[in-house]
Nanobody
Framework: VQLVESGGGSVQAGGSLRLSCVTS????????VGWARQAPGKQREVISCIRTSDGDTLYVDSVKGRFTISSDKAKNTVYLQMNILRPEDTGLYYC??????????????????WGQGTQVTVSS
């Protein structure tokens, strides 16, 4: 299993970024894939997830309405479109995955595959 993130960068508050996670080594239809982030001095948290078999999604309240997770199974890629970014969105963003046919969750311990991370910095 390999997860490779890209698309991070530095933006001003109110701006947008799109993160990409190219997956390989597994059948995307049998996995839930999500995005986690780790802000400075804080624990990692899973902020969004997509069950690629049927497109069901889940978001934490802090990003709901601003972030959108999607997948392109033909490209084995999962995206996170981030709009109206805030300084508190700053952190290292990880693509995460777990083999399951169940519902998405935001419990970090349930995701056993993690990418290397991509940095997002939002300035005020």
């Amino acid at each position: 299993v390999q997860l490779v993130e890209s698309g991070g960068g530095s933006v001003q508050a109110g701006g947008s970024l799109r993160l990409s996670c190219v997956t390989s080594g597994f059948n995307l239809n049998r996995y839930n894939v999500g995005w986690a982030r780790q802000a400075p001095g804080k624990q990692r948290e899973v902020i969004s997830c997509i069950r690629t078999s049927d497109g069901d999604t889940l978001y934490v309240d802090s990003v709901k309405g601003r972030f959108t997770i999607s997948s392109d199974k033909a490209k084995n890629t999962v995206y996170l479109q981030m709009n109206i970014l805030r300084p508190e969105d700053t952190g290292l963003y990880y693509c995460v995955a777990t083999r399951t046919l169940g519902l998405c969750t935001t419990w970090a311990y349930e995701y056993n595959e993690w990418g290397q991370g991509t940095q997002v910095t939002v300035s005020s």
